[in-house]
Protein backbone atom coordinates (compact mmCIF):
# COMPACT_ATOMS: atom_id res chain seq x y z
CA UNK A 1 0.00 0.00 0.00
CA UNK A 2 1.48 2.98 -1.29
CA UNK A 3 0.68 6.40 -2.32
CA UNK A 4 1.92 10.02 -3.66
CA UNK A 5 0.78 12.32 -0.68
CA UNK A 6 -0.93 15.38 -2.70
CA UNK A 7 -0.40 18.40 -0.91
CA UNK A 8 -3.58 19.54 1.45
CA UNK A 9 -4.10 21.77 3.95
CA UNK A 10 -1.62 24.91 4.82
CA UNK A 11 0.34 23.59 2.07
CA UNK A 12 1.04 20.38 4.12
CA UNK A 13 0.37 16.65 2.41
CA UNK A 14 -2.75 14.93 2.39
CA UNK A 15 -0.93 11.53 3.63
CA UNK A 16 -3.90 8.86 3.55
CA UNK A 17 -4.17 6.67 6.38
CA UNK A 18 -1.62 5.85 9.14
CA UNK A 19 -0.60 4.09 12.51
CA UNK A 20 1.62 4.47 15.29
CA UNK A 21 5.21 3.66 15.00
CA UNK A 22 5.26 0.98 18.25
CA UNK A 23 8.16 -1.07 19.55
CA UNK A 24 5.69 -4.53 19.61
CA UNK A 25 5.26 -3.73 15.65
CA UNK A 26 9.28 -3.32 15.11
CA UNK A 27 10.36 -6.56 14.34
CA UNK A 28 7.55 -7.20 12.12
CA UNK A 29 8.39 -3.88 10.15
CA UNK A 30 12.25 -5.01 9.80
CA UNK A 31 11.36 -8.14 8.42
CA UNK A 32 8.42 -7.39 6.07
CA UNK A 33 8.73 -5.78 2.87
CA UNK A 34 7.83 -2.31 2.93
CA UNK A 35 5.32 -2.37 -0.16
CA UNK A 36 3.56 -5.13 2.31
CA UNK A 37 3.10 -2.95 5.20
CA UNK A 38 -0.03 -1.73 4.56
CA UNK A 39 -0.08 1.93 5.66
CA UNK A 40 0.83 5.29 4.10
CA UNK A 41 2.59 6.64 6.58
CA UNK A 42 3.65 6.40 10.50
CA UNK A 43 3.41 8.80 13.38
CA UNK A 44 5.80 8.57 16.35
CA UNK A 45 5.44 9.82 19.92
CA UNK A 46 8.30 12.58 19.71
CA UNK A 47 9.43 11.62 23.14
CA UNK A 48 10.08 7.88 22.30
CA UNK A 49 12.66 8.68 19.92
CA UNK A 50 14.51 12.01 21.60
CA UNK A 51 18.19 11.35 22.45
CA UNK A 52 18.03 7.51 21.25
CA UNK A 53 20.64 5.68 19.27
CA UNK A 54 19.98 2.45 19.32
CA UNK A 55 17.26 -0.20 17.70
CA UNK A 56 14.35 2.51 17.61
CA UNK A 57 16.15 4.83 16.21
CA UNK A 58 17.53 2.34 13.39
CA UNK A 59 13.89 0.75 13.20
CA UNK A 60 12.83 4.55 12.37
CA UNK A 61 15.81 5.29 10.23
CA UNK A 62 14.34 2.31 7.77
CA UNK A 63 10.40 2.94 8.24
CA UNK A 64 11.45 6.97 7.32
CA UNK A 65 13.33 6.11 4.05
CA UNK A 66 9.84 4.24 2.80
CA UNK A 67 7.06 6.11 4.47
CA UNK A 68 6.40 10.23 5.52
CA UNK A 69 6.80 10.57 8.96
CA UNK A 70 4.77 12.49 11.65
CA UNK A 71 6.43 13.59 14.94
CA UNK A 72 3.74 13.61 17.78
CA UNK A 73 4.79 15.49 21.08
CA UNK A 74 3.21 15.46 25.04
CA UNK A 75 5.83 17.42 26.45
CA UNK A 76 5.26 20.58 24.82
CA UNK A 77 3.47 21.83 27.34
CA UNK A 78 2.00 25.12 25.12
CA UNK A 79 -0.44 25.88 27.63
CA UNK A 80 1.47 26.10 30.42
CA UNK A 81 2.71 29.72 32.52
CA UNK A 82 6.14 28.18 32.98
CA UNK A 83 8.57 29.68 30.03
CA UNK A 84 8.97 27.22 27.20
CA UNK A 85 11.54 24.52 27.63
CA UNK A 86 13.91 25.43 24.46
CA UNK A 87 16.42 22.78 25.64
CA UNK A 88 13.11 20.12 25.02
CA UNK A 89 12.71 22.26 21.44
CA UNK A 90 16.13 21.92 20.64
CA UNK A 91 15.77 17.94 20.94
CA UNK A 92 12.73 18.19 19.34
CA UNK A 93 14.14 20.26 15.97
CA UNK A 94 16.95 17.71 16.10
CA UNK A 95 15.09 14.78 15.69
CA UNK A 96 12.86 16.78 13.15
CA UNK A 97 16.20 17.84 11.48
CA UNK A 98 17.27 13.84 11.12
CA UNK A 99 13.44 12.60 10.39
CA UNK A 100 12.28 15.30 8.06
CA UNK A 101 8.49 14.91 9.13
CA UNK A 102 5.76 16.05 7.35
CA UNK A 103 4.67 18.14 10.33
CA UNK A 104 5.23 18.50 14.21
CA UNK A 105 2.18 17.96 16.22
CA UNK A 106 1.19 18.26 19.99
CA UNK A 107 -1.84 18.90 22.32
CA UNK A 108 -3.54 22.08 23.63
CA UNK A 109 -2.54 21.49 27.20
CA UNK A 110 0.04 21.94 29.88
CA UNK A 111 1.76 19.01 31.28
CA UNK A 112 3.22 20.77 34.61
CA UNK A 113 5.03 23.29 36.58
CA UNK A 114 7.75 24.41 38.86
CA UNK A 115 9.49 21.60 36.49
CA UNK A 116 7.04 18.81 37.50
CA UNK A 117 5.82 16.83 34.80
CA UNK A 118 2.25 15.40 35.39
CA UNK A 119 2.89 13.00 32.57
CA UNK A 120 -1.06 13.90 31.66
CA UNK A 121 -2.46 16.18 29.29
CA UNK A 122 -4.83 19.02 31.57
CA UNK A 123 -6.71 21.37 30.45
CA UNK A 124 -6.81 24.90 29.80
CA UNK A 125 -9.13 27.72 31.35
CA UNK A 126 -10.69 29.35 27.73
CA UNK A 127 -10.38 32.71 28.04
CA UNK A 128 -9.36 35.84 26.92
CA UNK A 129 -6.18 35.71 28.41
CA UNK A 130 -5.21 32.19 27.40
CA UNK A 131 -5.68 32.71 23.81
CA UNK A 132 -3.33 35.67 24.03
CA UNK A 133 -0.85 33.47 26.15
CA UNK A 134 -0.97 30.34 24.18
CA UNK A 135 -0.73 32.25 20.91
CA UNK A 136 2.45 34.17 21.85
CA UNK A 137 3.77 30.90 22.64
CA UNK A 138 2.87 29.21 19.43
CA UNK A 139 4.17 31.91 17.41
CA UNK A 140 7.10 31.52 19.19
CA UNK A 141 7.44 28.02 19.17
CA UNK A 142 7.18 27.96 15.08
CA UNK A 143 9.64 30.43 15.25
CA UNK A 144 12.16 28.36 16.40
CA UNK A 145 11.00 25.12 14.95
CA UNK A 146 10.83 26.94 11.36
CA UNK A 147 7.66 25.45 10.62
CA UNK A 148 3.96 25.14 11.57
CA UNK A 149 2.82 23.81 14.69
CA UNK A 150 -0.17 21.16 14.60
CA UNK A 151 -1.96 21.47 17.97
CA UNK A 152 -4.86 18.68 19.02
CA UNK A 153 -7.84 18.96 21.23
CA UNK A 154 -7.53 16.83 24.22
CA UNK A 155 -9.46 14.42 25.67
CA UNK A 156 -10.94 16.06 29.75
CA UNK A 157 -12.61 14.86 32.45
CA UNK A 158 -13.07 18.54 33.92
CA UNK A 159 -13.48 21.93 33.19
CA UNK A 160 -12.55 25.87 34.26
CA UNK A 161 -15.35 27.48 35.84
CA UNK A 162 -13.84 30.88 34.35
CA UNK A 163 -13.90 29.59 30.26
CA UNK A 164 -15.94 31.64 28.53
CA UNK A 165 -15.77 30.08 25.10
CA UNK A 166 -15.75 26.54 23.70
CA UNK A 167 -13.05 24.60 23.01
CA UNK A 168 -13.83 24.46 18.97
CA UNK A 169 -13.89 28.55 19.19
CA UNK A 170 -10.36 28.62 21.24
CA UNK A 171 -9.04 26.51 18.75
CA UNK A 172 -10.24 27.66 15.73
CA UNK A 173 -9.17 31.05 16.72
CA UNK A 174 -5.67 30.13 17.71
CA UNK A 175 -5.26 28.97 14.11
CA UNK A 176 -6.83 32.33 12.59
CA UNK A 177 -4.20 34.26 14.76
CA UNK A 178 -1.18 32.02 14.87
CA UNK A 179 -1.25 30.27 11.14
CA UNK A 180 -0.94 26.87 13.45
CA UNK A 181 -2.77 23.52 12.35
CA UNK A 182 -5.18 21.76 13.94
CA UNK A 183 -5.46 17.60 14.65
CA UNK A 184 -9.10 16.79 15.33
CA UNK A 185 -9.14 13.79 17.27
CA UNK A 186 -12.38 12.60 16.81
CA UNK A 187 -12.38 10.14 19.62
CA UNK A 188 -11.38 13.07 22.12
CA UNK A 189 -14.74 14.42 20.58
CA UNK A 190 -17.07 11.92 21.59
CA UNK A 191 -15.17 11.71 25.30
CA UNK A 192 -15.45 15.41 26.02
CA UNK A 193 -18.98 15.51 24.34
CA UNK A 194 -20.03 12.67 26.72
CA UNK A 195 -18.22 13.98 30.08
CA UNK A 196 -19.09 17.70 29.38
CA UNK A 197 -22.52 17.44 27.89
CA UNK A 198 -21.90 19.33 24.48
CA UNK A 199 -22.71 18.32 21.29
CA UNK A 200 -20.25 16.28 19.58
CA UNK A 201 -21.74 17.20 15.69
CA UNK A 202 -21.51 20.83 16.73
CA UNK A 203 -17.98 20.58 17.66
CA UNK A 204 -16.99 19.38 14.34
CA UNK A 205 -19.47 21.16 12.50
CA UNK A 206 -17.26 24.41 14.02
CA UNK A 207 -14.19 23.63 14.24
CA UNK A 208 -12.39 25.69 10.77
CA UNK A 209 -12.10 22.68 8.30
CA UNK A 210 -9.28 24.65 6.41
CA UNK A 211 -6.75 24.19 9.43
CA UNK A 212 -7.40 20.84 10.02
CA UNK A 213 -4.45 19.06 8.90
CA UNK A 214 -5.03 15.79 10.53
CA UNK A 215 -7.29 13.50 12.15
CA UNK A 216 -7.00 11.11 15.12
CA UNK A 217 -9.06 7.94 15.62
CA UNK A 218 -8.71 5.76 19.01
CA UNK A 219 -10.49 3.57 21.40
CA UNK A 220 -11.96 4.79 24.92
CA UNK A 221 -12.68 3.10 27.87
CA UNK A 222 -16.23 3.82 29.20
CA UNK A 223 -16.77 4.22 33.06
CA UNK A 224 -20.54 4.25 33.26
CA UNK A 225 -20.59 8.09 34.57
CA UNK A 226 -17.38 9.21 31.84
CA UNK A 227 -15.24 8.28 29.78
CA UNK A 228 -11.40 8.03 29.39
CA UNK A 229 -8.96 8.24 26.53
CA UNK A 230 -7.22 4.88 26.90
CA UNK A 231 -6.43 4.06 23.22
CA UNK A 232 -6.55 0.01 24.34
CA UNK A 233 -10.18 -0.47 22.45
CA UNK A 234 -11.38 -0.78 18.84
CA UNK A 235 -12.84 2.65 17.54
CA UNK A 236 -16.23 2.71 19.21
CA UNK A 237 -19.20 3.58 16.60
CA UNK A 238 -20.21 7.19 18.10
CA UNK A 239 -16.43 7.79 16.98
CA UNK A 240 -17.08 6.13 13.50
CA UNK A 241 -20.06 8.56 12.73
CA UNK A 242 -18.05 11.48 13.78
CA UNK A 243 -15.46 10.42 11.93
CA UNK A 244 -17.97 9.99 9.12
CA UNK A 245 -18.95 13.89 9.46
CA UNK A 246 -15.87 15.44 10.09
CA UNK A 247 -14.03 13.56 6.75
CA UNK A 248 -18.09 14.56 4.84
CA UNK A 249 -16.76 18.10 5.79
CA UNK A 250 -13.18 17.95 5.44
CA UNK A 251 -12.09 15.38 2.83
CA UNK A 252 -8.96 13.63 2.52
CA UNK A 253 -7.65 14.46 5.43
CA UNK A 254 -4.52 12.34 7.02
CA UNK A 255 -5.70 9.99 8.81
CA UNK A 256 -4.24 7.94 12.01
CA UNK A 257 -5.39 5.16 14.17
CA UNK A 258 -3.82 5.17 17.82
CA UNK A 259 -3.75 2.35 20.16
CA UNK A 260 -1.01 2.67 23.00
CA UNK A 261 -1.78 -0.06 25.37
CA UNK A 262 -3.34 -3.66 25.11
CA UNK A 263 -1.53 -3.27 21.49
CA UNK A 264 -3.09 -6.02 18.96
CA UNK A 265 -1.00 -7.62 16.42
CA UNK A 266 -0.18 -5.50 13.15
CA UNK A 267 -2.71 -7.42 11.22
CA UNK A 268 -5.69 -6.77 13.57
CA UNK A 269 -4.21 -3.11 13.44
CA UNK A 270 -4.64 -2.91 10.04
CA UNK A 271 -8.06 -4.50 10.28
CA UNK A 272 -9.11 -2.03 12.27
CA UNK A 273 -7.86 0.55 9.89
CA UNK A 274 -9.29 -0.37 6.94
CA UNK A 275 -12.77 0.40 8.87
CA UNK A 276 -11.42 4.30 8.42
CA UNK A 277 -11.48 3.79 4.63
CA UNK A 278 -14.74 1.92 4.73
CA UNK A 279 -17.04 4.49 6.28
CA UNK A 280 -15.33 7.27 3.95
CA UNK A 281 -16.59 5.25 0.78
CA UNK A 282 -20.05 3.68 2.26
CA UNK A 283 -23.17 4.26 4.42
CA UNK A 284 -22.80 3.18 8.16
CA UNK A 285 -24.82 0.74 9.52
CA UNK A 286 -28.22 1.71 10.57
CA UNK A 287 -27.46 3.21 14.51
CA UNK A 288 -29.21 5.69 17.12
CA UNK A 289 -29.20 8.93 15.96
CA UNK A 290 -25.41 10.20 17.05
CA UNK A 291 -27.22 13.84 18.46
CA UNK A 292 -28.96 11.75 20.70
CA UNK A 293 -25.81 10.04 22.34
CA UNK A 294 -23.13 13.45 22.07
Same mark, same amino acid.
Given at each position: #???????????? @?????????????????????????????????????????????????????????? #?????? !????????????????? @????????????????????????????????????????????????????????????????????????????????? @?????????????????????????????????????????????????????????????????????????????????????????? !??????????????????????????????
Amino acid at each position: #MTRIPTVGRLGL @AALGDGVGLRNEHFGHLLHTPPAHWGVDWFEIISENFIDHSGFSAHVLERVAAHRPIV #MHGVSL !SIGSSAPLDFAYLRKLR @ALAARVKPAWISDHLCWTGLGGINSHDLLPLPLTEEALAHVANRVRAVQDFLGRPLILENPSSYVEFRVSAMPEWEFLGRL @ADITGCGLLLDVNNVHVGAVNHGFDACHYIESIPADAVVQMHLAGHTDRGTHLIDTHDHPVAEPVWRLYALAQGLMPQVSTLLEWDAKIP !SYGELLDELAKAKAVRLGPLPAAAPLRAHG
